[in-house]
């Protein structure tokens, strides 16, 4: 006989109605587009600034500054594109957000500079930032209570199909590139940002055919009855409750994200520096080792995105079967573990294939139990805010992080190995989350919150 939590795992998916499982798609494929296009701009970096940067010492150096401007739009889009999805409609913003980053994903392929190339990226952040908050506020509000935690569990680890669907794509991008088959010249970083631009581009026609949740639609009108505020900022950090869930979701985020965006995707660093001394080894000629490095950080990736997927289902299980907060406690420990298994340990070629698989297990199996857990902790009318302030707002703490790594690596040489040492160093802070975990609620089994 199975138990109760067997079958409710095997129920879920037959209360959605065909209505319900559309909305899950579009929200489930905007969020996989976004997550390509953020890959694909962690596989490009080292190239763009090889060839936008003058002084090619500072590649390392300033590819951390690209990557806290990208985050700080990330950060401000999510704040802006949140509180107008509670005031103005979820499914509304989450169109105009695609529509941002995927225009400004592929202008980015057409920088010049320095300078340039970081407009483009806070521009890109600015609509990658609203879509995690509207796509989770989205399905939150629309499926059944039963098949909400499953549904948005689900929805985090199919994010992990957009990251090894950029991989698979930069491979074949640097397999092309390797046989100068690539057209007008382009560079492997640009036909990335150029690639990554279409299916966004395209799900926005998608997009703008969906209806606002009902659960948001009554909720509106009867907030222009009571008075209640929606997708407001000033109710959220001066309610009592409300206020204590979004800075305690803030700190727990903001573990989770710096350790994943300040530490975690920067491995091609490390990666790239393994593969040059294996191929310079093995005799491959310098012409052939730029298409080279691309495949193979490309390959760290996948392999990083396939351990993603299992960490994030897993951890997603473990969520609504044994409650969030353990969840969490377990993701954050294993994140902080395989970081430093990473940073510290990884050296010889053979290494990449096991370590950078579980770098991926644990780093992003957190991010599962954030997609369930977050709109859990807000009522309808600051669902999308909450959570994009806690998401999103923590990109600013995480902004920070790659511009520390950038100068604690400057500051031991500017080389690799200050690098590693700057990565162990930052990552103790995915230990802080644990702190806050204590001052948050338990939402395993409760219905979402109302006012």
Not at 232 to 254: E, N, Q, V
Not at 418 to 430: N, Q
Request: aromatic share 12%; with cysteine.
């Amino acid at each position: 006989m199975s138990s109760p939590s067997a079958a409710a795992a095997t129920s879920w998916r037959h209360l959605l109605t065909r209505d319900h499982w559309f909305v899950f798609s579009v929200a489930s494929l905007a969020w996989l587009f976004d997550c390509m296009d953020q890959q694909f701009f962690n596989l490009g970096r080292g190239a763009a600034m090889e060839q936008l940067l003058p002084d090619k010492t500072k590649v390392i150096e300033y590819g951390s500054y690209t990557t806290s401007i990208f985050l700080l739009g990330w950060a401000v889009g999510g704040l802006v594109f949140g509180a107008l999805g509670d005031r103005y409609g979820r499914a509304r913003i989450l169109t105009v957000s695609v529509l941002l980053y995927s225009v400004f994903t592929g202008l980015s392929a057409l920088s010049t500079g320095f300078f340039d190339f970081c407009v483009y990226r806070f521009l890109t952040g600015l609509g990658v930032g609203g879509v995690f908050g509207l796509a989770v506020a989205l399905v939150a509000d629309t499926v059944p209570d039963k098949a909400r935690a499953p549904a948005l569990g689900l929805l985090q680890s199919l994010s992990s199909i957009g990251n090894i669907s950029a991989a698979l794509i930069g491979m074949g991008i640097a397999a092309l590139a390797a046989q100068k088959l690539l057209p007008g010249g382009l560079k492997t970083w640009q036909a990335m940002f150029l690639v990554g631009a279409t299916p966004a581009f395209l799900c926005v026609f998608i997009l703008a055919k969906l209806k606002e949740p009902q659960k948001w639609v009554d909720a509106k009108a009867a907030g222009k009855i009571s008075g209640v505020k929606f997708g407001s900022y000033a109710t959220l950090l001066s309610h009592p409750r409300w206020r204590k869930h979004a800075w305690g979701g803030l700190i727990l985020c903001s573990a989770g994200i710096i350790g994943l965006w300040g530490i975690g995707n920067f491995h091609p660093t490390i990666v790239s520096s393994i593969v040059t001394e294996h191929l310079k080894a093995s005799g491959v000629s310098p012409e052939k080792l730029a298409s080279e490095k691309a495949f193979w950080s490309s390959m760290g990736l996948l392999l990083q995105n396939i351990g993603a997927f299992f960490g994030m289902t897993t951890l997603a299980w473990v969520a609504q079967v044994k409650g969030r907060k353990i969840a969490f406690a377990l993701a954050l420990i294993l994140s902080f573990l395989s970081t430093v298994l990473v940073f510290k340990g990884m050296r010889q070629f053979s290494d990449i294939f096991w370590m950078i698989p579980l770098m991926g297990f644990g780093q992003l199996s957190v991010f599962a139990v954030y997609a369930i857990y977050l709109p859990e902790l807000f009522p309808t009318s600051l669902r999308a805010t909450g959570t994009s302030f806690c998401y999103n707002f923590g990109r600013v703490a995480a902004a920070t992080s790659p511009f520390t790594v950038g100068q604690i690596t400057k500051s031991l040489g500017g080389n690799l190995e200050g690098f590693r040492t700057a990565g162990l160093w930052v990552s103790l802070v995915l230990l802080l989350g644990l702190l806050v975990l204590p001052m948050l609620p338990e939402t395993k089994d409760q219905p979402l919150p109302e006012e």
